[in-house]
């Protein structure tokens, strides 16, 4: 659907918990000297105005990264991911919050490729502005599924897709499930890494299932939740993780309990992390 746009939603606990577990993705493809690829489904924009009217509307961030911010105690696991939300606020205060593009960018290294798809016209405009001059980001205006499709498998052969569509189109959680599959039919030794809203009505749970029963291996779950389970309202952020980095699931499970310290309500349920197929 064209008419998301994450701005309202940038920076809220979602998004601490995807672009933590996406940073540690990263700087475990860094451990390697070999060059990586990084594409994106729904880029959105870089880079985010916590300032600006759509953040300040809902003031999710408040209750996500807002309450992160210089903290002086937290795991190693999550630093990467801290450090990333620091390097786009030069002063002290908590201005700017970095999409996931931006994160990958920083993070990669000059012999590693990204691709972003974003097919939101204002939000590709921004994206494209804001990697102007930078030639190993490619901004594609098209749909993501297609698109990253079309590029399998990818030079470099190694790296990660991130898919992270909004959902609002219900038959979306069986497209995600069909691309996965498709992905690694075209890209077996690729990384992929799903982030999905846990919502009452639970449409996620096929989505997995239907994975799951693919016959792919090495499928690593986490969940986040932050409100009771009967909201109304998304009360938790899944990550789905196919053929993730050797260790990822330690290092996640060092951060978990903290952030759930950190963000959740007390009748939130704890996080859950679990290999749902193993090697």
Not at 19 to 47: F, Q, R, V
Not at 135 to 159: F, T
Not at 197 to 219: E, F, T, W, Y
Not at 235 to 258: C, E, H, R, Y
Request: glycine share 6%.
């Amino acid at each position: 659907m064209l008419s998301y746009q994450h701005g309202f939603h940038a920076g809220n606990f979602a998004d601490v918990h995807k672009h933590m577990i996406l940073a540690l993705i990263l700087e475990a493809l860094n451990l390697k000297d070999k060059p990586w690829s990084y594409l994106e489904t729904h880029g959105g924009c870089a880079l985010y105005d916590l300032a600006g009217d759509k953040a300040q509307k809902t003031g999710e961030y408040l209750a996500g990264i807002g309450k992160l911010w210089n903290r002086q105690d937290m795991p190693d696991a999550i630093r990467p991911y801290i450090a990333q939300v620091q390097a786009v606020n030069q002063d002290k205060e908590l201005r700017f919050y970095p999409g996931s593009p931006s994160i990958a960018s920083r993070l990669a290294r000059a012999s590693d490729r990204l691709a972003v798809m974003e097919l939101h016209p204002a939000e590709y405009q921004q994206v494209k502005q804001h990697f102007r001059g930078q030639a190993q980001v490619a901004v594609h205006h098209r749909d993501g599924y297609e698109g990253v499709l079309s590029m399998m498998p990818p030079k470099p052969n190694r790296g990660l897709v991130l898919i992270d569509p909004s959902y609002e189109v219900k038959t979306e959680y069986k497209q995600v499930a069909k691309f996965a599959q498709q992905l690694l039919a075209r890209w077996p030794n690729g990384s992929i890494a799903i982030w999905y809203p846990i919502l009452k009505a639970g449409l996620h749970q096929d989505m997995i299932d239907n994975i799951v029963a693919s016959g792919v291996r090495r499928v690593y779950q986490s969940e986040f939740y932050v409100q009771d389970s009967g909201s109304q309202r998304m009360f938790g952020s899944g990550m789905l993780l196919i053929n993730p980095p050797w260790q990822l699931d330690q290092k996640i499970a060092t951060v978990m309990p903290w952030l759930y310290h950190m963000l959740a309500q007390p009748e939130a349920d704890e996080p859950q992390e679990k290999w749902l197929v193993p090697e």
